[in-house]
Nanobody, 124 residues
């Protein structure tokens, strides 16, 4: 699976951005999908994940209530709606995919495909 992330850019604090991740090469219908972000000099951290049928999600505490993950299996895409952005959300954002073992499995431990990263910058 090849992943292409897009939608990053510059936003003001309190504003919104919408990231997209397009998958190609094969259908991701059987894949859990997720979003990570990475600060300079630090490891990537998981922000949100979604099960293959979209009914189960996970959010890191830092983004819960502000970010929403969604997917469209017909289009082979995933999105991250980011609202009420904060300066500390400034980072490079990556999408990821991994085979899920069940409808409840978010596939996090199986993530083996990664997008190229998209920069999000939030000004105060």
């Amino acid at each position: 699976v090849q992943l292409q992330a897009s939608g990053g850019g510059l936003a003001q604090a309190g504003g919104s951005l919408r990231l997209s991740c397009a998958a190609s090469g094969r259908s991701v219908t059987d894949y859990g999908l997720g979003w990570y972000r990475q600060y300079p000099g630090r490891d990537r951290g998981l922000l949100a994940a979604i099960s293959r049928n979209g009914r189960h999600t996970y959010y890191a505490a830092s983004v819960r209530g502000r970010f929403t993950i969604s997917r469209d299996n017909a289009k082979n895409t995933m999105e991250l709606q980011m609202n009420n952005l904060r300066p500390e959300d400034t980072a490079v954002y990556f999408c990821a995919a991994g085979r899920a073992t069940s409808d409840q499995d978010l596939g996090i431990r199986a993530y083996d495909s990664w997008g190229q990263g998209t920069q999000v910058t939030v000004s105060s």
